[in-house]
Protein backbone atom coordinates (compact mmCIF):
# COMPACT_ATOMS: atom_id res chain seq x y z
CA UNK A 1 0.00 0.00 0.00
CA UNK A 2 1.32 3.41 -1.10
CA UNK A 3 2.26 6.03 1.19
CA UNK A 4 -0.29 8.19 -0.14
CA UNK A 5 -2.99 5.57 0.09
CA UNK A 6 -1.94 5.04 4.03
CA UNK A 7 -2.42 8.44 4.62
CA UNK A 8 -6.10 8.49 2.59
CA UNK A 9 -7.49 5.53 5.09
CA UNK A 10 -6.41 6.79 8.04
CA UNK A 11 -8.03 10.02 6.95
CA UNK A 12 -10.84 8.38 5.94
CA UNK A 13 -11.27 6.18 9.10
CA UNK A 14 -11.09 9.22 11.27
CA UNK A 15 -13.77 10.59 9.24
CA UNK A 16 -16.08 7.54 9.61
CA UNK A 17 -15.52 7.60 13.11
CA UNK A 18 -16.66 11.28 13.39
CA UNK A 19 -19.60 10.56 11.00
CA UNK A 20 -20.79 7.59 12.83
CA UNK A 21 -19.84 8.80 16.60
CA UNK A 22 -23.92 9.13 16.62
CA UNK A 23 -24.65 5.82 15.72
CA UNK A 24 -21.78 4.31 18.06
CA UNK A 25 -23.59 6.69 20.89
CA UNK A 26 -27.09 4.71 19.66
CA UNK A 27 -25.14 1.27 20.10
CA UNK A 28 -24.28 1.93 23.68
CA UNK A 29 -27.86 3.50 24.66
CA UNK A 30 -26.92 6.72 24.34
CA UNK A 31 -29.85 8.23 22.34
CA UNK A 32 -32.75 10.82 21.99
CA UNK A 33 -35.54 8.39 21.67
CA UNK A 34 -37.09 5.68 24.32
CA UNK A 35 -37.91 2.33 22.74
CA UNK A 36 -40.33 -0.46 23.44
CA UNK A 37 -37.78 -1.96 26.11
CA UNK A 38 -37.75 1.20 27.65
CA UNK A 39 -41.61 1.25 27.81
CA UNK A 40 -41.79 -2.04 29.29
CA UNK A 41 -39.21 -1.00 32.42
CA UNK A 42 -41.97 2.03 33.30
CA UNK A 43 -44.46 -0.69 34.43
CA UNK A 44 -42.99 -0.94 37.84
CA UNK A 45 -45.55 0.71 39.63
CA UNK A 46 -49.34 0.11 39.44
CA UNK A 47 -50.52 1.24 35.86
CA UNK A 48 -52.64 3.80 36.53
CA UNK A 49 -51.24 6.98 34.55
CA UNK A 50 -47.70 7.40 35.57
CA UNK A 51 -48.38 11.28 34.97
CA UNK A 52 -50.31 11.64 38.11
CA UNK A 53 -47.41 10.24 40.09
CA UNK A 54 -44.87 11.97 37.71
CA UNK A 55 -41.81 14.24 39.48
CA UNK A 56 -43.46 17.99 40.42
CA UNK A 57 -40.73 20.18 38.92
CA UNK A 58 -42.75 23.44 40.25
CA UNK A 59 -44.52 23.76 43.66
CA UNK A 60 -44.75 20.02 44.01
CA UNK A 61 -46.91 18.96 47.33
CA UNK A 62 -45.37 18.52 50.03
CA UNK A 63 -47.94 16.95 52.52
CA UNK A 64 -50.94 19.26 53.09
CA UNK A 65 -49.94 22.14 50.90
CA UNK A 66 -47.85 23.51 48.27
CA UNK A 67 -44.70 24.38 49.84
CA UNK A 68 -42.20 27.53 47.53
CA UNK A 69 -38.64 28.03 48.49
CA UNK A 70 -40.03 30.80 50.71
CA UNK A 71 -41.99 29.06 52.58
CA UNK A 72 -39.22 26.30 53.41
CA UNK A 73 -36.94 28.82 54.39
CA UNK A 74 -39.63 30.42 56.80
CA UNK A 75 -39.82 26.57 58.57
CA UNK A 76 -36.07 26.00 58.39
CA UNK A 77 -34.93 27.32 61.81
CA UNK A 78 -32.08 24.88 62.36
CA UNK A 79 -29.24 24.46 59.77
CA UNK A 80 -25.61 21.91 60.16
CA UNK A 81 -22.25 23.06 58.83
CA UNK A 82 -19.59 19.82 57.77
CA UNK A 83 -16.59 20.91 57.54
CA UNK A 84 -13.99 18.24 56.18
CA UNK A 85 -10.70 17.92 54.54
CA UNK A 86 -12.46 17.30 51.20
CA UNK A 87 -15.55 19.23 51.97
CA UNK A 88 -17.91 22.15 53.00
CA UNK A 89 -21.63 21.01 53.26
CA UNK A 90 -24.89 23.34 54.72
CA UNK A 91 -27.87 20.58 55.38
CA UNK A 92 -31.22 22.61 56.40
CA UNK A 93 -33.38 20.41 58.45
CA UNK A 94 -35.75 20.06 56.02
CA UNK A 95 -36.25 16.46 54.70
CA UNK A 96 -34.20 15.55 57.75
CA UNK A 97 -30.92 17.42 56.14
CA UNK A 98 -31.56 18.79 52.43
CA UNK A 99 -27.55 19.45 51.20
CA UNK A 100 -28.29 23.30 50.30
CA UNK A 101 -24.71 24.11 49.56
CA UNK A 102 -21.40 21.50 48.77
CA UNK A 103 -18.44 22.70 48.44
CA UNK A 104 -15.45 21.32 47.14
CA UNK A 105 -12.12 21.79 49.43
CA UNK A 106 -9.75 18.95 48.53
CA UNK A 107 -6.26 19.93 48.16
CA UNK A 108 -3.20 18.66 46.30
CA UNK A 109 0.12 17.70 47.87
CA UNK A 110 1.70 21.00 46.92
CA UNK A 111 -1.60 22.49 49.09
CA UNK A 112 -3.50 24.43 46.71
CA UNK A 113 -7.33 23.46 45.94
CA UNK A 114 -7.79 21.10 43.60
CA UNK A 115 -11.12 21.76 42.02
CA UNK A 116 -11.82 25.64 40.94
CA UNK A 117 -14.00 27.36 38.73
CA UNK A 118 -17.77 28.39 39.60
CA UNK A 119 -20.43 30.10 37.69
CA UNK A 120 -21.33 33.39 40.07
CA UNK A 121 -24.89 34.72 40.78
CA UNK A 122 -24.10 37.27 38.24
CA UNK A 123 -23.47 34.47 35.42
CA UNK A 124 -19.80 35.43 35.49
CA UNK A 125 -16.85 32.43 35.81
CA UNK A 126 -15.06 32.53 38.42
CA UNK A 127 -12.15 30.72 38.38
CA UNK A 128 -10.49 30.80 41.90
CA UNK A 129 -13.61 29.94 43.90
CA UNK A 130 -14.24 26.31 44.74
CA UNK A 131 -16.57 23.76 42.81
CA UNK A 132 -20.33 24.22 44.82
CA UNK A 133 -22.48 21.41 43.45
CA UNK A 134 -25.52 22.42 44.37
CA UNK A 135 -28.12 24.04 41.64
CA UNK A 136 -29.64 26.64 43.19
CA UNK A 137 -32.87 28.32 41.65
CA UNK A 138 -36.04 28.80 42.05
CA UNK A 139 -37.62 25.19 41.82
CA UNK A 140 -35.32 24.46 44.67
CA UNK A 141 -37.24 21.50 46.84
CA UNK A 142 -34.88 21.61 49.78
CA UNK A 143 -34.89 17.44 48.98
CA UNK A 144 -31.55 16.69 48.35
CA UNK A 145 -31.97 13.84 49.01
CA UNK A 146 -35.80 13.17 50.71
CA UNK A 147 -38.12 11.10 51.11
CA UNK A 148 -41.11 10.37 48.72
CA UNK A 149 -44.36 9.49 49.00
CA UNK A 150 -45.52 7.85 45.15
CA UNK A 151 -48.95 6.75 46.41
CA UNK A 152 -49.77 9.59 47.36
CA UNK A 153 -47.89 12.16 45.35
CA UNK A 154 -46.38 13.46 49.17
CA UNK A 155 -42.90 14.74 49.94
CA UNK A 156 -41.47 14.89 53.11
CA UNK A 157 -39.46 18.28 52.89
CA UNK A 158 -40.34 19.85 55.61
CA UNK A 159 -38.18 20.77 58.71
CA UNK A 160 -37.74 17.72 60.56
CA UNK A 161 -36.39 17.47 64.04
CA UNK A 162 -33.03 17.51 65.18
CA UNK A 163 -32.66 14.67 67.75
CA UNK A 164 -28.74 14.31 68.52
CA UNK A 165 -25.97 14.70 66.97
CA UNK A 166 -23.01 12.36 67.23
CA UNK A 167 -19.10 12.55 66.62
CA UNK A 168 -16.78 9.30 66.35
CA UNK A 169 -19.53 8.15 68.33
CA UNK A 170 -19.77 10.03 71.27
CA UNK A 171 -22.86 12.43 71.43
CA UNK A 172 -22.81 16.44 71.11
CA UNK A 173 -25.09 18.21 73.71
CA UNK A 174 -28.05 19.26 71.41
CA UNK A 175 -28.61 22.72 71.83
CA UNK A 176 -31.37 25.26 69.80
CA UNK A 177 -28.91 27.29 67.93
CA UNK A 178 -29.94 28.35 64.65
CA UNK A 179 -26.50 26.90 63.08
CA UNK A 180 -24.32 23.68 64.47
CA UNK A 181 -21.00 23.61 62.85
CA UNK A 182 -19.38 20.27 63.09
CA UNK A 183 -15.55 19.92 61.72
CA UNK A 184 -14.21 16.70 61.51
CA UNK A 185 -10.46 15.60 60.86
CA UNK A 186 -9.44 13.00 57.91
CA UNK A 187 -10.10 10.29 60.65
CA UNK A 188 -13.07 11.54 62.32
CA UNK A 189 -17.09 10.63 61.25
CA UNK A 190 -20.41 12.52 62.62
CA UNK A 191 -23.78 11.06 62.49
CA UNK A 192 -26.87 13.18 62.71
CA UNK A 193 -30.46 11.93 63.88
CA UNK A 194 -33.61 13.86 62.61
CA UNK A 195 -37.18 12.81 63.12
CA UNK A 196 -40.06 14.14 61.54
CA UNK A 197 -43.87 12.89 63.01
CA UNK A 198 -46.80 11.96 60.76
CA UNK A 199 -50.33 13.45 61.42
CA UNK A 200 -50.86 9.47 61.93
CA UNK A 201 -48.56 9.53 65.24
CA UNK A 202 -46.24 7.73 63.09
CA UNK A 203 -42.43 8.92 62.31
CA UNK A 204 -40.05 8.88 59.73
CA UNK A 205 -36.53 8.48 61.61
CA UNK A 206 -33.58 9.75 59.19
CA UNK A 207 -29.89 8.77 60.63
CA UNK A 208 -26.83 10.47 58.13
CA UNK A 209 -23.34 9.66 58.88
CA UNK A 210 -20.91 11.63 57.02
CA UNK A 211 -17.35 11.04 57.06
CA UNK A 212 -13.84 12.99 57.34
CA UNK A 213 -11.39 10.67 54.69
CA UNK A 214 -13.67 10.23 51.74
CA UNK A 215 -16.99 11.99 49.87
CA UNK A 216 -19.15 9.05 51.40
CA UNK A 217 -22.43 9.99 53.36
CA UNK A 218 -24.79 7.70 54.83
CA UNK A 219 -28.16 7.88 55.17
CA UNK A 220 -30.67 5.26 57.10
CA UNK A 221 -34.72 5.88 57.28
CA UNK A 222 -37.01 3.88 59.77
CA UNK A 223 -39.95 4.40 58.39
CA UNK A 224 -43.37 4.00 59.72
CA UNK A 225 -46.94 4.20 58.25
CA UNK A 226 -45.99 4.06 54.52
CA UNK A 227 -46.46 1.46 52.20
CA UNK A 228 -44.43 2.97 49.46
CA UNK A 229 -41.19 5.33 49.56
CA UNK A 230 -38.67 6.81 47.26
CA UNK A 231 -35.49 8.14 48.25
CA UNK A 232 -34.90 11.54 45.67
CA UNK A 233 -32.61 13.53 44.60
CA UNK A 234 -34.58 16.85 43.60
CA UNK A 235 -32.52 19.73 42.15
CA UNK A 236 -30.23 18.52 39.94
CA UNK A 237 -26.45 19.29 39.50
CA UNK A 238 -24.56 22.96 39.68
CA UNK A 239 -23.02 23.56 36.36
CA UNK A 240 -19.08 24.53 37.28
CA UNK A 241 -17.61 24.45 34.09
CA UNK A 242 -16.83 27.79 31.69
CA UNK A 243 -18.28 26.75 28.74
CA UNK A 244 -21.85 25.59 28.25
CA UNK A 245 -20.81 22.89 25.38
CA UNK A 246 -19.07 21.10 28.28
CA UNK A 247 -21.45 20.42 30.71
CA UNK A 248 -24.86 20.68 29.01
CA UNK A 249 -23.70 17.63 26.32
CA UNK A 250 -22.23 15.57 29.55
CA UNK A 251 -25.01 16.35 32.55
CA UNK A 252 -26.61 13.10 32.45
CA UNK A 253 -28.83 10.10 34.65
CA UNK A 254 -26.67 6.90 35.17
CA UNK A 255 -27.83 3.80 36.55
CA UNK A 256 -26.22 0.41 37.32
CA UNK A 257 -27.97 -3.16 37.50
CA UNK A 258 -25.41 -5.76 38.45
CA UNK A 259 -22.91 -4.18 37.21
CA UNK A 260 -24.61 -3.48 33.77
CA UNK A 261 -24.54 0.80 33.69
CA UNK A 262 -26.87 2.27 31.38
CA UNK A 263 -27.85 6.06 30.76
CA UNK A 264 -29.67 8.44 29.76
CA UNK A 265 -29.67 11.22 26.72
CA UNK A 266 -28.74 14.76 26.94
CA UNK A 267 -31.63 16.88 27.24
CA UNK A 268 -32.72 19.58 24.25
CA UNK A 269 -33.06 23.29 24.77
CA UNK A 270 -37.07 22.66 24.63
CA UNK A 271 -36.97 19.34 25.94
CA UNK A 272 -38.71 18.05 28.94
CA UNK A 273 -38.21 14.33 30.22
CA UNK A 274 -41.28 12.83 32.13
CA UNK A 275 -40.95 10.54 34.91
CA UNK A 276 -39.41 6.96 33.61
CA UNK A 277 -39.46 4.53 36.32
CA UNK A 278 -36.59 1.37 35.08
CA UNK A 279 -37.96 -2.13 36.40
CA UNK A 280 -35.67 -3.91 38.07
CA UNK A 281 -34.26 -6.90 36.65
CA UNK A 282 -31.14 -7.43 38.42
CA UNK A 283 -30.12 -6.25 41.96
CA UNK A 284 -30.33 -2.44 41.58
CA UNK A 285 -26.48 -0.68 42.22
CA UNK A 286 -26.85 2.69 42.48
CA UNK A 287 -28.24 6.01 40.18
CA UNK A 288 -26.57 8.51 39.57
CA UNK A 289 -26.33 12.25 38.00
CA UNK A 290 -22.94 13.46 36.99
CA UNK A 291 -22.11 15.87 34.91
CA UNK A 292 -18.40 16.37 32.78
CA UNK A 293 -16.17 16.31 35.84
CA UNK A 294 -18.26 15.64 38.99
CA UNK A 295 -21.68 13.28 40.37
CA UNK A 296 -24.69 12.63 42.97
CA UNK A 297 -25.60 9.41 43.20
CA UNK A 298 -28.02 7.49 45.60
CA UNK A 299 -26.02 3.58 46.02
CA UNK A 300 -28.60 0.89 47.36
CA UNK A 301 -27.33 -0.91 50.67
CA UNK A 302 -30.83 -2.35 50.94
CA UNK A 303 -32.65 -3.74 48.17
CA UNK A 304 -34.33 -1.28 46.02
CA UNK A 305 -37.28 -2.52 43.94
CA UNK A 306 -36.78 0.17 40.93
CA UNK A 307 -34.48 3.21 39.87
CA UNK A 308 -36.72 6.34 38.56
CA UNK A 309 -35.46 9.66 36.81
CA UNK A 310 -37.00 12.77 35.12
CA UNK A 311 -35.85 16.24 33.71
CA UNK A 312 -36.01 19.31 32.11
CA UNK A 313 -34.33 22.82 31.61
CA UNK A 314 -34.29 25.26 33.77
CA UNK A 315 -32.44 29.14 33.84
CA UNK A 316 -29.71 29.38 35.38
CA UNK A 317 -27.14 32.38 35.81
CA UNK A 318 -27.23 33.88 31.85
CA UNK A 319 -26.79 30.51 29.94
CA UNK A 320 -29.12 29.58 27.33
CA UNK A 321 -30.37 26.81 29.35
CA UNK A 322 -29.34 24.64 31.67
CA UNK A 323 -30.34 20.37 32.12
CA UNK A 324 -31.86 19.75 35.84
CA UNK A 325 -32.22 16.10 36.24
CA UNK A 326 -34.17 14.10 38.97
CA UNK A 327 -34.25 11.04 40.51
CA UNK A 328 -33.64 8.11 43.13
CA UNK A 329 -34.42 4.65 44.16
CA UNK A 330 -37.96 3.16 44.92
CA UNK A 331 -39.13 0.77 48.11
CA UNK A 332 -42.29 -1.57 48.13
CA UNK A 333 -43.67 -2.10 51.65
CA UNK A 334 -40.22 0.11 52.96
CA UNK A 335 -39.48 0.19 57.24
CA UNK A 336 -35.87 0.38 56.88
CA UNK A 337 -34.01 1.95 53.91
CA UNK A 338 -29.93 2.09 53.79
CA UNK A 339 -28.76 4.21 51.29
CA UNK A 340 -25.32 6.06 50.49
CA UNK A 341 -24.44 8.97 48.62
CA UNK A 342 -21.37 9.62 46.59
CA UNK A 343 -20.81 13.43 45.91
CA UNK A 344 -17.86 14.70 44.56
CA UNK A 345 -15.29 14.10 42.02
CA UNK A 346 -15.28 11.52 39.30
CA UNK A 347 -11.42 11.21 40.63
CA UNK A 348 -11.33 7.44 39.80
CA UNK A 349 -9.36 6.75 43.77
CA UNK A 350 -12.52 8.60 45.73
CA UNK A 351 -14.85 6.94 43.59
CA UNK A 352 -13.74 3.49 44.54
CA UNK A 353 -14.43 4.18 48.33
CA UNK A 354 -18.12 4.10 47.85
CA UNK A 355 -17.37 0.07 47.75
CA UNK A 356 -19.98 0.44 44.35
CA UNK A 357 -19.59 -0.09 41.13
CA UNK A 358 -19.72 3.94 40.60
CA UNK A 359 -16.50 4.01 39.03
CA UNK A 360 -18.79 2.78 35.43
CA UNK A 361 -19.88 6.10 35.18
CA UNK A 362 -16.46 7.49 34.19
CA UNK A 363 -16.15 7.54 30.44
CA UNK A 364 -13.03 5.60 29.32
CA UNK A 365 -14.62 4.70 26.50
CA UNK A 366 -16.46 1.53 25.25
CA UNK A 367 -15.25 -2.62 25.03
CA UNK A 368 -11.32 -2.91 25.08
CA UNK A 369 -11.33 0.51 25.02
CA UNK A 370 -12.10 1.29 28.53
CA UNK A 371 -9.31 -0.99 29.51
CA UNK A 372 -6.46 0.80 27.93
CA UNK A 373 -8.11 3.94 29.11
CA UNK A 374 -7.84 3.06 32.55
CA UNK A 375 -4.51 2.05 31.69
CA UNK A 376 -2.95 5.11 30.66
CA UNK A 377 -4.85 6.75 33.21
CA UNK A 378 -2.97 4.56 35.97
CA UNK A 379 -0.16 4.87 34.21
CA UNK A 380 -0.26 8.93 34.85
CA UNK A 381 -1.47 9.20 38.30
CA UNK A 382 1.38 6.69 39.16
CA UNK A 383 4.18 8.26 37.50
CA UNK A 384 2.73 11.96 38.54
CA UNK A 385 2.36 10.88 42.04
CA UNK A 386 5.69 8.87 42.01
CA UNK A 387 7.65 11.49 40.75
CA UNK A 388 5.75 14.84 41.38
CA UNK A 389 5.74 15.49 37.97
CA UNK A 390 3.62 17.99 35.70
CA UNK A 391 1.06 16.08 33.64
CA UNK A 392 2.44 17.64 30.64
CA UNK A 393 5.86 16.06 31.69
CA UNK A 394 4.34 12.76 31.87
CA UNK A 395 2.63 12.68 28.75
CA UNK A 396 6.02 13.42 26.91
CA UNK A 397 7.18 10.66 29.22
CA UNK A 398 4.25 8.67 28.26
CA UNK A 399 4.75 9.52 23.98
CA UNK A 400 9.01 8.17 24.57
CA UNK A 401 7.41 4.75 25.85
CA UNK A 402 5.01 4.59 23.25
CA UNK A 403 7.66 5.46 20.76
CA UNK A 404 9.85 2.29 22.73
CA UNK A 405 7.50 0.22 21.94
CA UNK A 406 6.04 0.76 18.83
CA UNK A 407 9.56 2.28 17.19
CA UNK A 408 10.53 -1.94 16.05
CA UNK A 409 6.90 -1.74 13.82
CA UNK A 410 7.58 1.72 12.59
CA UNK A 411 11.32 1.07 11.59
CA UNK A 412 9.65 -2.32 9.59
CA UNK A 413 6.81 0.07 8.19
CA UNK A 414 9.17 2.20 6.95
CA UNK A 415 11.54 0.03 5.98
CA UNK A 416 8.75 -1.90 3.83
CA UNK A 417 7.24 1.64 2.30
CA UNK A 418 10.23 2.22 1.10
CA UNK A 419 10.92 -0.56 -0.90
CA UNK A 420 7.79 -0.28 -2.40
CA UNK A 421 8.06 2.90 -3.16
CA UNK A 422 11.63 1.64 -4.77
CA UNK A 423 9.59 -1.15 -6.81
CA UNK A 424 6.98 1.36 -8.33
CA UNK A 425 9.08 0.58 -11.52
CA UNK A 426 8.80 -2.75 -11.45
CA UNK A 427 5.38 -2.96 -10.42
CA UNK A 428 3.89 -0.66 -13.47
CA UNK A 429 6.09 -2.88 -16.03
CA UNK A 430 4.24 -5.82 -14.57
CA UNK A 431 1.13 -4.15 -14.43
CA UNK A 432 1.57 -2.88 -18.30
CA UNK A 433 2.95 -6.59 -19.72
CA UNK A 434 0.30 -8.33 -18.11
CA UNK A 435 -2.63 -5.64 -18.31
CA UNK A 436 -4.62 -8.61 -20.00
CA UNK A 437 -4.01 -11.69 -17.42
CA UNK A 438 -4.38 -9.90 -14.17
CA UNK A 439 -4.12 -13.21 -12.62
CA UNK A 440 -1.10 -13.52 -13.82
CA UNK A 441 -0.12 -9.98 -12.85
CA UNK A 442 -1.06 -10.44 -9.43
CA UNK A 443 1.00 -13.92 -8.94
CA UNK A 444 4.16 -11.90 -10.99
CA UNK A 445 3.69 -8.87 -8.38
CA UNK A 446 3.43 -11.08 -5.31
CA UNK A 447 7.01 -13.09 -6.39
CA UNK A 448 8.51 -9.31 -6.51
CA UNK A 449 7.86 -8.56 -2.92
CA UNK A 450 8.86 -11.98 -1.80
CA UNK A 451 12.48 -12.12 -3.43
CA UNK A 452 12.86 -8.60 -2.09
CA UNK A 453 11.31 -8.85 1.31
CA UNK A 454 8.61 -6.34 0.78
CA UNK A 455 5.12 -6.07 2.29
CA UNK A 456 1.99 -4.17 1.02
CA UNK A 457 0.66 -4.16 4.15
CA UNK A 458 3.14 -3.56 6.49
CA UNK A 459 3.15 0.60 6.77
CA UNK A 460 -0.38 -0.43 8.38
CA UNK A 461 0.66 -2.26 10.99
CA UNK A 462 1.82 0.61 13.40
CA UNK A 463 -1.55 2.70 12.37
CA UNK A 464 -3.62 0.22 13.37
CA UNK A 465 -1.68 -0.22 16.57
CA UNK A 466 -1.68 3.47 17.58
CA UNK A 467 -5.45 4.03 16.95
CA UNK A 468 -7.36 2.09 19.67
CA UNK A 469 -4.54 4.18 22.28
CA UNK A 470 -4.99 7.56 19.77
CA UNK A 471 -9.05 7.01 21.00
CA UNK A 472 -8.40 5.86 24.44
CA UNK A 473 -5.91 9.23 24.97
CA UNK A 474 -9.06 11.20 23.55
CA UNK A 475 -11.41 9.60 26.36
CA UNK A 476 -8.78 10.44 29.28
CA UNK A 477 -8.40 13.54 28.63
CA UNK A 478 -11.69 14.90 27.70
CA UNK A 479 -13.54 13.34 30.35
CA UNK A 480 -10.81 12.72 32.99
CA UNK A 481 -10.77 15.64 36.04
CA UNK A 482 -7.40 14.77 36.71
CA UNK A 483 -6.55 16.71 33.88
CA UNK A 484 -9.36 19.25 34.29
CA UNK A 485 -7.83 22.80 34.65
CA UNK A 486 -4.30 21.08 35.14
CA UNK A 487 -1.51 23.90 33.45
CA UNK A 488 1.44 22.73 31.30
CA UNK A 489 3.70 25.69 30.22
CA UNK A 490 2.93 29.02 29.13
CA UNK A 491 -0.12 29.41 26.77
CA UNK A 492 -1.36 25.51 27.65
CA UNK A 493 -3.22 26.52 30.78
CA UNK A 494 -5.80 23.56 30.61
CA UNK A 495 -4.56 20.55 29.51
CA UNK A 496 -8.24 19.04 28.79
CA UNK A 497 -8.75 21.98 26.78
CA UNK A 498 -7.46 22.73 23.45
CA UNK A 499 -4.89 25.43 23.58
CA UNK A 500 -6.50 28.15 21.98
CA UNK A 501 -4.43 31.49 22.13
CA UNK A 502 -6.90 33.91 20.06
CA UNK A 503 -10.56 33.05 19.81
CA UNK A 504 -12.25 33.90 16.08
CA UNK A 505 -15.51 36.07 15.74
CA UNK A 506 -16.97 33.15 13.69
CA UNK A 507 -17.49 29.03 14.20
CA UNK A 508 -16.00 26.97 11.83
CA UNK A 509 -17.39 23.11 11.37
CA UNK A 510 -15.10 21.17 12.61
CA UNK A 511 -12.31 23.65 13.12
CA UNK A 512 -14.10 25.36 15.77
CA UNK A 513 -14.24 29.49 17.04
CA UNK A 514 -10.49 29.16 18.05
CA UNK A 515 -7.20 28.94 17.14
CA UNK A 516 -4.66 26.93 19.05
CA UNK A 517 -1.19 26.36 18.46
CA UNK A 518 -0.35 22.52 18.96
CA UNK A 519 -2.53 21.32 16.23
CA UNK A 520 -0.18 23.43 13.87
CA UNK A 521 3.04 22.15 15.23
CA UNK A 522 2.09 18.23 15.25
CA UNK A 523 1.09 19.42 11.07
CA UNK A 524 4.38 20.92 10.46
CA UNK A 525 5.98 17.53 12.59
CA UNK A 526 3.31 15.24 10.01
CA UNK A 527 4.40 17.42 6.98
CA UNK A 528 8.33 17.01 7.85
CA UNK A 529 7.62 13.32 8.51
CA UNK A 530 5.71 12.94 5.01
CA UNK A 531 9.21 14.80 3.26
CA UNK A 532 11.08 11.85 4.59
CA UNK A 533 8.97 9.21 3.57
CA UNK A 534 7.87 10.26 -0.19
CA UNK A 535 10.73 10.88 -1.27
CA UNK A 536 10.93 8.23 -4.07
CA UNK A 537 7.18 8.55 -4.11
CA UNK A 538 4.88 9.41 -7.41
CA UNK A 539 5.29 13.94 -7.12
CA UNK A 540 1.39 13.23 -8.58
CA UNK A 541 0.61 11.52 -5.56
CA UNK A 542 2.08 14.53 -2.90
CA UNK A 543 -1.08 16.99 -3.00
CA UNK A 544 -3.14 14.00 -1.93
CA UNK A 545 -0.47 13.75 1.36
CA UNK A 546 -0.65 17.75 2.03
CA UNK A 547 -4.13 17.72 2.04
CA UNK A 548 -4.48 14.46 4.44
CA UNK A 549 -1.88 17.09 6.46
CA UNK A 550 -4.13 20.09 6.78
CA UNK A 551 -6.95 17.82 7.16
CA UNK A 552 -5.62 16.72 10.76
CA UNK A 553 -4.81 19.88 11.73
CA UNK A 554 -8.53 21.02 11.64
CA UNK A 555 -9.31 17.87 13.26
CA UNK A 556 -7.29 18.25 15.81
CA UNK A 557 -8.02 21.72 16.35
CA UNK A 558 -10.62 21.20 18.70
CA UNK A 559 -9.20 18.14 20.70
CA UNK A 560 -7.75 18.47 24.26
CA UNK A 561 -4.63 19.97 24.52
CA UNK A 562 -3.03 17.25 26.58
CA UNK A 563 -3.71 14.75 23.29
CA UNK A 564 -2.15 16.78 20.93
CA UNK A 565 1.23 17.65 23.60
CA UNK A 566 1.09 13.69 23.28
CA UNK A 567 0.51 13.28 19.48
CA UNK A 568 3.05 16.13 18.41
CA UNK A 569 5.93 14.51 20.98
CA UNK A 570 5.25 10.96 19.41
CA UNK A 571 5.38 12.33 15.47
CA UNK A 572 8.48 14.05 16.39
CA UNK A 573 9.99 11.38 17.73
CA UNK A 574 8.30 8.98 14.75
CA UNK A 575 10.39 11.97 12.35
CA UNK A 576 13.80 11.85 14.02
CA UNK A 577 13.64 7.62 13.81
CA UNK A 578 12.39 7.70 10.31
CA UNK A 579 15.26 10.60 9.60
CA UNK A 580 17.61 8.09 10.94
CA UNK A 581 16.40 4.90 9.38
CA UNK A 582 16.57 6.54 6.02
CA UNK A 583 20.12 7.81 6.72
CA UNK A 584 21.42 4.31 7.40
CA UNK A 585 19.39 3.19 4.51
CA UNK A 586 21.17 4.69 2.13
CA UNK A 587 24.83 4.60 3.90
CA UNK A 588 24.03 0.95 3.40
CA UNK A 589 22.20 1.11 -0.16
Known amino acids: MSESKRYLVAGLLVFLIILLNPLYYELIGYNNSYDDELADQALTLPSEDLNKKSFPLKEPAALENKTTKSQISAI ?21 GSLELFSILEQDGLGQMKYLGQIEDSGEYNEETPVQL ?13 IYDPENNLYFNKAFQLQSVSINGRQSQNDSNQKITINLELNDSASVVFRYALETGQAI ?24 AEVAWMGGLSPVEKKEYDDNPNTLVYYSQSGDRDYTSAINENEKLSRV ?3 EKYPIDWVALRNKYFITSLISRSHADYIVYSGENVDYANRSFTPMFNFGLGYKNPSNIQTSMYIGPLEIDQVNKSNASLSTAMDFGWGPMKYIGMAILYFVKKIHHLFGLN ?47 SARMQKETMALYQKHGANPLGGCLPMLIQMPVLISL ?47 VMGASLIMTMKISSATMDPAQKPMMYIMNIFFIVLFNTFPSGLNLYYTTYNFLNYFQQKKIKQNSFSKK
Open 474 to 520: FQVFRYTIEFRNEPFFLWISDLSQPDVVFNLPFYIPLYGDGVAILPL
Open 134 to 146: ILNNDDNLSCKPC
Open 277 to 279: VVQ
Open 76 to 96: SDQSLEIITPLYRALLSNSSG
Open 205 to 228: IKTTAFYGKNYLINHNYELEGLES
Open 391 to 437: YGLVLILFACLMRLITGPLTKKSFQSTQKMQLLQPEIKKLQEKYKKD
